[in-house]
């Protein structure tokens, strides 16, 4: 359908240095939820996310082990693309900073922020994190071990001076402020928002855009002179450096959508209608990303999402430099990649910094998905095949059912917060509903319905009517439930409906069958007159942990 509305949206890219932590992927899981949920309700949905390759410290890393560094870099990288295969991520591209289209993107960049007169030479001195860049003294820490940074308290900084080609962001500082103020839902959560209008208040400095006596990196394309740095047999001049990282990375976000090699795919998908980031890097995406924008001739992303932290149970950031981190893989083999996927962005708050641990998890998994759905989903096909046999019981017509009316509440809520991106919330709001559906359980006790139809008395008719609709009323129910959960338990989903006798109509991504809003409505996989479809088989979908064996 080629009208219908296209959504593209990304996330940070990571540094491949080390194995991820689930700190790291936190905010890729989410950025796939929202996608899944873009691809469900029909919408020509883009997913970006990657690695950010030319960082001094990859660089290092690679000649302290004694290894090439492409070849390091891309066993690195292979860590986080195997993690984000077992949890289910599904990009449409997952970009690296060594892709050729990228170095061709981040060229150009620089080329038309020069030929805009915003590109010019200079002297840069000062702290450098291997990890981050340059950094100003303000935000550095003086420690007994000397200047840190509070991102990565563990690397030594290293006091730079050199030559540097410079971007003037300080001529950008009013129309940045204009379009904060013109666009206030742009940077959200609103308090993130506030934090960078604070900051662009008290103004900009220009910033290092290349590195001269660092070769890993994306050459930089203009010599001293002004002329290209590009030779006539092809190759790029050393003396001319390369582009400083932190220009080089965030330039991944256009190269995706097909800048400059696609102007027709360019055109189709930028700009993009969502960044997800996390707030230490907020700065760069609100304030200097969109500068660089403006300065190309391109259009601004539509909304950035700033997410918090995973913190540890004493209120620490988790980090790999502080190896206090969670392991992404640990958590699939424990909980599976649908229950890793779940526990991860029902315990985290998509909009804050969270306090979680190993044990949070398991008793959310043990509580939300082994008891409370899978439970539910156990006993209601195992109620409706013991009592009814092996056709499928049709749901009552909403206005006669009483869980189509909580659900119409729950959907309501659940999709409101979904598309504000509030994750944790709609997690919150669906599993309301599979409390709902458990209490009905417990309030019309099909087990003793089946015992009146069974009595062979005058009410024994009454009772079977009555037994297949509240049978039929629940497993419609856990349809919903299944359907809904989807984004977030993509595997599941389709196992769990199995069970019901229905079949599951998306791609593995998300993508195709009908517009999931219309699906989610009550009684519309059942439309009056279908054939009576056959009840499937109960099967356990999320076995009970004990916490200290997942722990170990």
Known sequence: MPDRPRYYLTTAIAYPNNKPGLHTLYEVIGADVIARWHRMKGDDTRFLTGTDEHSV????????????????????????????????????????????????????????????????????????????????????????????????????????????????????????????????????????????????????????????????????????????????????????????????????????????????????????????????????????????????????????????????????????????????????????????RYVTLREVAFDRDTEVTWDSFVRRYNADLANDFGNLVNRTVTMAGRYLGGPRPDPRPAADAPLAAAWARTLAAYTAKLDALLLHDALAALWDFVGEANRFVETEQPWAIAKAAKAGDAGAPAAEARLASVLGDLVEAVRLISLASAPFMPSIAPRALEQLGHAYPYAADGNGGPPVLEALAWGAATPPGAAAAALGTATPLFPRLDVEIAGA
């Open 57 to 340: 410290n990859i660089a290092e890393s690679a000649a302290q082990q004694g290894r090439d560094t492409r070849e390091f870099v891309d066993s690195m990288v292979k860590l986080f693309t195997d993690a984000e295969d077992a949890l289910l991520i599904a990009p449409d591209r997952f970009i690296r900073t060594t892709d050729p289209d990228h170095r061709r993107a981040s060229q150009e960049m620089v080329r038309r922020a020069f030929a805009n007169g915003d590109v010019y030479l200079g002297k840069y001195e000062g702290w450098y994190c291997p990890n981050e860049g340059f950094k100003a003294p303000s935000d550095l820490h003086e420690t007994p071990d000397g200047m840190r940074c509070p991102n990565h308290p563990t690397i030594t900084l290293q006091w730079l001076t050199e030559r540097n080609w410079f971007f003037r962001l300080s001529a950008y500082r009013d129309r940045l402020v204009e379009h904060f103020e013109a666009n206030p839902e742009w940077v959200q959560p609103e308090y993130r928002k506030n934090e960078m209008l604070a900051f662009l208040r008290g103004g900009l400095e220009d910033i290092s855009i290349s590195r001269e006596t660092f070769h890993w990196g994306i050459p930089f394309p203009i010599a001293e002179n002004g002329e290209t740095a590009q030779r006539e047999d092809g190759s790029w001049d050393p003396e001319a450096g390369v582009i400083y990282v932190w220009f080089d990375a965030l330039i991944n976000y256009i190269t995706g959508a097909g800048f400059p090699d696609d102007p027709e795919a360019f055109a189709k998908w930028w700009p993009a209608d969502l960044h997800v980031i996390g707030k230490d890097i907020n700065r760069f995406h609100t304030i200097i990303w969109p500068a660089m924008l403006m300065s190309a001739g391109i259009a601004l992303p539509r909304k950035v999402w700033v997410h918090g932290w995973l913190l540890t149970g004493g209120g620490e950031r988790m980090s790999k430099s502080r190896g206090n981190f969670l392991d992404p893989q640990d958590s699939v083999a424990a909980f599976g990649p649908d229950g890793a």
